[in-house]
């Protein structure tokens, strides 16, 4: 089966290309881009295309590797040991299974998302490299090896925010998502909201990319970003030219959506006050 996009998700050619090439290769799947760009959505996209079932991890900065293999809660094991509990004499009772195991263990070969491993702390990706190649790990508490019974779909999101160990990215195959053009952008919001008035679109569209391609913006809008502006301006009935620029209004209409911090609030408040002056 190939992956070609959804319904509901709109792949570029080369996110495609990345996706069946990480499938054939049996290599995990890095994929970095832009905050709300639809990393995380993909893997879950794909789960579905491909008929699989769908895992997640979410990384945090405390999340450490051995926690996608296996816990074992040694506190609980004294806890029912002074108590006089008979689950102490098995220590599978306090072992307590991680992504990685319950993907290795699944029945059919299923979708595994490492979400946001930049996260975490330098050493992760290194720590997760022979278990991801090997597809499988030790579980020194009861001596017994855990193999995967099919190798699952592995994919690995990134923001970027610290670069990766050279090792674990030999290991990967390796897919950046641009922020999409206006044209694709267009496919993106059809899906979300079907029958949207091409004027309407053509007027929101114009202006978020101005917004978005302003100099000095700390922080630009994303995907995600402008599809909740277009939900507000569809709520709020509001009209093409509602959303076109003014000199003397620099914000745009309902901007809390797509301007999240106050430096780029008072840039577009600078530009308009500027734009009045030269009257």
């Not at 816990?71 to 689950?87: C, T």
């Not at 979708?111 to 030790?138: C, G, S, T, W, Y």
Request: proline content about 4%; overall charge negative.
């Amino acid at each position: 089966m190939k992956f070609h996009g959804t319904d509901a998700y709109v792949a570029t050619e080369d996110l495609t290309v990345a996706v069946n090439a990480a499938v054939t290769l049996e290599r995990p799947l890095l994929v970095k881009g832009e905050p709300g760009t639809g990393k995380t959505e993909l893997a879950r996209q794909v789960a579905d295309a491909l008929g699989m079932e769908f895992l997640e991890w979410n990384i945090k900065s405390t999340t450490k590797a051995a926690q996608g293999l296996y816990e074992y809660d040694a506190v609980s094991r004294l806890r029912d040991s002074q108590l006089g509990d008979e689950r102490v004499h098995d220590v599978r009772n306090y072992i307590r299974k991680g992504k990685l195991w319950q993907a290795f263990e699944a029945d059919t070969r299923l979708v595994l998302l490492i979400d946001e491993i930049d996260k975490a702390d330098i050493e992760f990706p290194n720590d997760l490299l022979q278990e991801l190649d090997r597809m499988e790990f030790h579980v020194y508490e009861t001596g017994e090896t855990i193999r995967a019974r099919h190798r699952p779909v592995v994919i690995i999101t990134s923001n970027n925010e610290k670069e990766l160990p050279d090792a674990f990215l030999r290991r990967c195959f390796f897919h950046y998502i641009r922020f999409p053009d206006s044209e694709t952008m267009k496919r993106i919001v059809e899906v979300h909201y079907p029958g949207i008035k091409e004027s309407l679109l053509t007027a929101a569209l114009t202006r978020f990319y101005e917004v978005r391609d302003q100099a000095g913006l700390k922080k630009k809008p994303s995907t995600s970003e402008v599809l909740d502006w277009l939900k507000l301006i569809l709520a709020e009935d509001l009209s093409p030219e509602d959303l076109r620029r003014d000199g003397a209004e620099a914000l745009p209409k309902l901007h809390g959506a797509l301007l999240k911090n106050e430096q780029d609030v008072h840039l577009f408040e600078r530009l308009a006050f500027m734009a009045r002056g030269q009257r």
